[in-house]
């Protein structure tokens, strides 16, 4: 999708707009990463956005599947 001349006008108005960067720097300011604890990712709420993600798009959880691999190098 190409913009149009008009188009590309219109957005180079708006990214200097006082206003609208007032808005996005308060969004920046108030974002909140609910994976994250104490400056970390957490594990275990990874895990359960992925399992419970995966239940709501319908995928089923694979079966556990050992590794059987004896020499393995980096």
Request: charged share 35%; glycine share 2%.
């Amino acid at each position: 999708m190409t913009l149009t001349d008009q188009e590309k006008e219109e957005l180079v108005r708006q990214s200097q707009s006082a206003r609208l960067k007032e808005d996005m720097r308060r969004l920046s300011a108030n974002a909140h990463n609910p994976l994250m604890v104490d400056g970390r990712i957490d594990a275990d709420r990874w895990l359960t956005f992925l399992n419970e993600y995966n239940e709501f798009v319908g995928h089923t959880r694979k079966p556990l599947k050992w590794m059987v691999e004896r020499v393995m190098k980096l």
